[in-house]
């Protein structure tokens, strides 16, 4: 009975351990292994390369630093399907969106980002107080190197670090930080960021006219002056230079001048294929995408075609 007894033992052991062994995974060969690297490699360079600008590819090291490569990629299809991410709301210390994946109801995700307290702001806006080239810079939506370093050196980096805790959730089933859902929203981020540089402010607490309002009062003389030009060229994109004509001045022309002597020496011409205007600017800065211009070009056609209609009228 016992040799029985050690036999069944034997066989229960041998299953076990043939169970075990098809368990772990197989050995991969050193091509298989080849191929790995290689695409971990390609997932990496495609995340450094998905911002077209630089602090937009610093926003995306400082924060996708952690998480799996494979994960990443997937964060990067759902970030280039426009489809997929909605309800962007960037906030003082975050960002809210809801990601579709899988699923027929989208995830939700929220990244905090940690505040620059009260003090810390008084200090750097005395200390920004004496770069206003830099600040007309960022208003241009252009973030200067020496920029960054001003709040790097004094501890309030413009970028988190999340290396060792990003503060991220998502309502998704995968309990990994990042997923590709919240990689998703990162990325969709550094391409707004590659337009709007002055949002890494906002996460840390201040917005734009937060931050121009209180330059103003804590810029010293000399200062001022520049801060209200870069104001007013911010608030004059749309604005032109008109003469101005007093009204007696214009009063005395009207009454010295016959009404018949008037004339109005300009032709409205039959728009053409080629749009002068559009040809001189250009599309707009840091737009690489063509579709973009196809589309102005379209609506610029069918209102110019339109303005000559009614010209005609």
Request: hydrophobic residues 35%; contains cysteine.
């Amino acid at each position: 009975m016992r040799k029985i007894d050690n036999r069944k033992k034997n066989l229960i052991r041998d299953k076990d351990l043939k169970r075990r062994k098809s368990d772990l995974p197989e050995k991969k060969t050193e091509y298989e292994k080849q191929r790995t690297y290689e695409e971990v490699e390609q997932i990496k360079k495609d995340l450094r390369n998905y911002a077209k600008s630089s602090w937009g590819k610093l926003w995306i090291q400082s924060n996708l630093l952690v998480g799996r490569p494979f994960r990443m990629q997937r964060g990067i299809e759902y970030a280039k399907d426009h489809h997929r991410i909605a309800n962007l709301s960037i906030n003082p210390g975050q960002i809210f969106a809801t990601v579709q994946g899988t699923a027929p109801t989208p995830y939700r995700v929220k990244i905090n980002f940690e505040l620059i307290p009260r003090e810390g702001w008084e200090k750097m806006l005395k200390i920004l107080a004496k770069f206003p080239l830099e600040l007309i810079e960022l208003l241009e939506g252009h973030l200067p190197q020496n920029f960054i370093k001003i709040f790097e050196e004094n501890e309030y980096s413009l970028f988190p670090n999340s290396q060792n805790d990003m503060k991220a959730t998502c309502s998704c089933p995968d309990k990994a930080i990042p997923c590709k859902h919240i990689a998703a929203v990162i990325l969709y981020i550094a391409r707004v960021l590659d337009y709007n540089p002055f949002l890494l402010l906002e996460l840390r607490g201040k917005s734009k006219n937060e931050v121009f309002n209180e330059l103003r009062l804590t810029a010293s003389s000399e200062s001022k002056k520049d801060f209200e030009l870069a104001v007013e060229a911010e608030d004059s994109e749309f604005k032109y230079n008109v003469p101005k004509i007093n009204i007696p001045e214009l009063t005395d022309i009207q009454e010295k001048t016959p009404i018949d002597s008037y004339h109005l020496n300009f032709t409205i011409k039959k728009p053409g294929k080629i749009i002068e205007t559009l040809e001189n600017l250009g599309n707009p800065h840091n737009l690489e995408s063509k579709a973009f211009g196809i589309v102005l070009r379209a609506i610029y056609t069918k209102i110019a075609a339109r303005s000559y209609e009614m010209s005609l009228d």
